[in-house]
């Protein structure tokens, strides 16, 4: 079974940029989609990016629209989140997973079989 491993979170002031990274081990990538999800204590994890592995097909979410660019790297089993002009409210826990199918959701969490552990992205003001 694959696990995912992010990293790349950190602290950052508003208006910076960060770099997360989702690095598939074990197997390489075979699901239909990579997902990045966030969350901050007491609210419920909220939808950032996706991309398909094959086609290149991209949804993002309204919070991040215009400052996110997710991206792949097959070679590497690693995909990318790119945040720019990053907000204190940017502030949570990021988490890659992968979307085993198509015909699913793809900013429910639930559509989602494999989650990493998270990477903590702090935004100071």
């Known amino acids: 079974q694959v696990q995912l491993v992010e990293s790349g979170g950190g602290l950052v002031q508003a208006g910076g940029s960060l770099r997360l990274s989702c690095a598939a081990s074990?197997?390489?990538?075979?699901?239909?989609?990579v997902g990045w999800f966030r969350q901050v204590p007491g609210k419920e994890r909220e939808f950032v990016a996706r991309i398909t592995l094959s086609g290149d097909n991209i949804l993002y979410g309204n919070s991040v629209k215009g400052r996110c660019t997710i991206s792949k790297d097959n070679a590497k089993n690693t995909v990318y989140l790119q945040m720019n002009s990053l907000k204190p409210e940017d502030t949570a826990v990021y988490y890659c997973?992968?979307?085993?199918?198509?015909?699913?959701?793809?900013?429910?969490?639930?559509?989602?079989?494999?989650w990493g552990q998270g990477t903590q992205v702090t935004v100071s003001s």
């Open positions: 074990g197997r390489t990538f075979r699901s239909y989609a």
């Open positions: 997973a992968t979307k085993p199918v198509l015909y699913t959701s793809s900013s429910d969490p639930k559509s989602y079989d494999t």
